[in-house]
């Protein structure tokens, strides 16, 4: 059976294994005070071009994204959101649960433009109640966005440029980070996110990692207090040297780049492979997950060999499917599968 | 200087304010423990028709609404409501500060359909992965609506079967009851409301009380350990006997439905005269609130002699406009400002 | 029947009442924008010796106090309070409810001194792993207590002086304030109160009005934002003069402490009593509320003829009883009581 | 340098890691739904002697008894708990956050009596205001407690039967639950907990894994609609195996309760150590925990080899200070620490 279904089906990248063991019976001490996790968070800031950043470890999205908004709103404010984003859908209410609402925008392809945020926040403060309205108080993006499209340097500008203007923290759900930025044709880089935006995360769990998350502040005083606000949500590791090691390793010798390029490599290759065989593209990503519209006695048949998911019900003839590689998937169970369809 | 902002500028009816003034030195129990209380329940529960429900007295709308849905809500579940409900827009973030989503739906004229909602419960456990995502665990409809608008029977029905195959109740916020009941053209009771909704409240503040709004509870169980809830929202009234007395001045001798005819009699006649003069109406409401598109001059000019809302921001050309009137508008007020169009 | 239970058996101050009603028909903007509400304002800023202070109108005390606490504590900071205190006790939880831990000190007729709370703070930050704890973000004291006793002036500042040693504010709930402020032999003044607190509230619903609390900032960024936070806590007032009109009234011609010192002379009248016919004092209040240790016989005949709580579960023998008096409380119900024992 | 701070300092047993790089390329779907998460549930199941519990697995401490406590409790509810508990010291108000309060009772060496409980549920229902309090809805213990004490089991069947009879579960916080049951003299199984708790959790982050607690409860209905909770805490990792394989590994042939048989050993050969170097106990642990009353000097010698942890802030002349020992200690480390004394 081959398995597209998605990135964190495996558990981490050998070197991260071999440093996991290599480091087992060592006694350091607890809650990300070792000096591993100094060392990458050290990698992580050198990497983003950041002088005085900061660095936080989480060990899954749902929980960074959840303390993270919480950390940079204040309560009167809520978050700005793509409806289709993962805060909004896909995290069971998380956001809400610490108490801010998700205040969705229209969004494209997954995208929310600096247009739309500008016009929102503009008509906002003019609406003479808004005192009895969530404020907006923080903007929510992620790239590779859940649909695997990314932003454009440009846009991510005048996304900054807008936060800017408002007063406004512009954070980045990087989960999928690694796979946008190995992504043919992407004109951002690492440091154009640290440049651009006040907080992201860079996700180890889908790219590489065992698990974890590692949370980049641009500006130290960004997440005030953060140390008990992560205690709170249940995000203090004991062993917080576990995400540190993890990192280093990923962060040492470009390990993290090198790997995601395969995933992307992967997923072109998957892509050319499904559109030669005459498949129709859903959505067209450059990153690691791939989207085709499927005929319905097909994905049956595929099913048989691949998992795989389906991107919303079935409606009789033809259902989008996706398809995730990642660092691990090799060039044989692309081709398999493409010899499948 | 005239006033069609809204239905909440006044005090209270005559009525109420002397039945304030004679109970005033009476010694009771607090906290609604008394016998005004239990008599305006009495006869709360009578004009719905209803043998074991209860009645729980709040001070406001927004109160309302935050502790009523927290008390109908598991903490995995959120509300479904529509984009434009108030619950959504106006109420500062006070359902999602206690933890609940609110989950927006399409609608029409501020009013969600049965099909909707059918749909999306319909979709939502289809999908395999609901349990990462807010389960739909009540809705909320308003009756009026934000826009004036009312549900038919047939419509309070379809909501009413839907919520009943889902197993979650329907919540009705009626900030405005009285002045729907009291519309042209309604086939809807209090008593059709009382069976097809599991909760809902008839508004005082907005209709001939000081201030309060009385939840009804069709069955007894509905809003179990109701009154921590209700403390822990900040919405117990010491002397709650003033909720008790007010509600059972205006539920006595029909004369909640008295008043809000008077509302409704106004809007009527504020309808006729804008149609006479020419003036297009932005939405057809049958209830106290008149939505009409006016030129932007017209508008200058009349906020000269008269106040009341524009209904979105100005475009430079024609801007919907909102003008209420309520249980104390009389006859020349309406006739004033109809002379001055 | 006599009744001793609580100072919130009763309407309003017949002068609240009256204005009440003269101003019944006014037409007012809504949410405290009006004219009667900045009066309020303007006279008790002047009674506290205040120029540039805010204050906020509430409808009672729990929702005042999880209201400003919510306002003035920061996510991981918590308040420190006396474990007999109204907010650990008696509020259901509703400032944890919105996410803050009450952190309880040793206390001593419902009192809290200065060095507990030094003390407290001082190993706090000397703990290695308080970052694993919740923060002192503000200290919560009631005057007069939930046991009728009263700070001194030099207990207050002491209070005053370690809160702004650590920095963080000194909140006072005067649920029952005018009576503290009228008690016999007191040495605090409201000016002294709003010199030594950041913010506290005079209690109404006590005190002469129907309902109705006031929140005095007594500096304007105190609580900032604190709009959205009050329409979020459910205690936005759609008719806000009503609370406007009952604090103008009684700060208007010293009215509020006028009838806060009857109530005070008729519990030192009630005192006397119960010491001449040879009663044991439970606690030695000088405020409305009077504490006696009463045989259990008596009990039993005492409330055939009046009402009064027991302070605590009936032990067999002797139970200690509380018995309030209010503003409107008179001469012969006191002397009545009296005849009874 | 010696290490006897805690029990974390270390990775995971090299049993649990040759697991884990045994499984690491296997492909398995995320969040827990993998066989070896389905495996090391029935193996817990087993080993507790239930047929049709649930076993949930979280990544830490503070995260589960957050989550398990919002999964027990209705919003009018609290937890009642020992002051001295975790959940009301160390865990940085996450209960409070979830909105609910940790309500503290008197006890003695860590522990809660099964009186205690049961006068104060009584106290509470005979309280008339107690709608105005936050209801007992379960009782947290921990097992060892923060002071390595251990409950009898006569003490927990006292405890059982107070929650039954008061119908609110017993939730027993087991982060070292493994070196609670190793200890010497101990007449408490795993059975008996599996018997007398509801809900309880097995550390594994502070005995043998890498990081992991599994949750247990010992009837599935207990925590209803449970998986968008532990997502909405963030608390659902992706590979959710990793979890499962480590269980599943110290649940395999008795490696758990072997590996906690050393610890124990080698804390009670430190114990006869200090003793024997004529040092005086501050408590008397059965367990992994050894807590000594140490002369300052001695404090400071002892520092330059070791490292551990004061129990309170030095007082001049002789402070408390802990000792842990962990599956990992050998023999050597205790006698060489025993020669430095």
Chains 1, 2, 3, 4 share one sequence.
Not at 103 to 124: C, H, M, W
Request: charged share 20%.
């Amino acid at each position: 059976m081959l398995h597209f279904d998605s990135d964190y089906m495996r558990g981490a990248h050998p070197e991260v294994m071999k440093r996991l063991m290599e480091t087992n019976m060592e006694q350091t001490p607890g809650y990300g005070t070792d000096c591993h996790t100094a060392n990458a968070e050290r990698l992580i800031l050198d990497a983003c071009g950041l002088k005085d950043g900061k660095v936080y470890f989480f060990t899954g999205g749902t929980q960074t994204n959840a303390t993270v908004i919480d950390g940079l709103l204040s309560r009167h404010e809520g978050v700005l959101a793509a409806g289709t984003a993962h805060i909004n859908v896909h995290e069971a209410g998380a956001v809400e649960a610490a108490g801010h609402k998700v205040i969705t925008l229209p969004s494209s392809g997954g995208k929310l433009s600096a247009e739309t945020i500008r016009q929102y926040i503009s008509d906002f403060y003019k609406d003479s109640s808004y005192e009895h309205m969530v404020a907006p108080g923080m903007v929510y993006i992620s790239h590779p966005t859940e649909l695997g499209t990314l932003y454009t340097l440009a846009e991510l500008e005048g996304l900054c440029s807008v936060c800017r203007e408002a007063g406004i923290p512009l954070y980045m759900d990087g989960a999928r980070l690694g796979y946008g930025l190995a992504a043919y044709g992407t004109d951002v880089t690492l440091k154009d996110i640290a440049r651009l935006c006040d907080v992201f995360y860079i996700g180890g769990t889908k790219a590489g990692a065992l698990f974890g998350e590692a949370v980049v502040a641009t500006r130290p005083d960004l997440l005030g207090h953060f140390a008990p606000l992560i205690k709170q949500h249940g995000a203090m590791l004991a062993k917080g040297r576990l995400l540190g090691i993890q990192f280093e390793t990923l962060f040492t010798g470009d390990l993290y780049m090198r790997i995601c390029r395969n995933a992307v490599q992967a997923a072109m290759k998957l892509k050319e492979g499904f559109i030669g065989k005459g498949y129709e593209l859903y959505i067209d990503s450059p990153t690691n997950q791939q989207f085709f519209i499927l005929p319905d006695g097909k994905i049956d048949k595929l099913m048989q060999v691949a998992t795989f998911e389906l991107w919303g019900p079935r409606n009789g003839e033809k259902t989008p499917a996706r398809f995730v590689t990642d660092w691990a998937t090799c060039q044989n169970e692309v081709e398999e599968l493409i010899r499948y369809l």
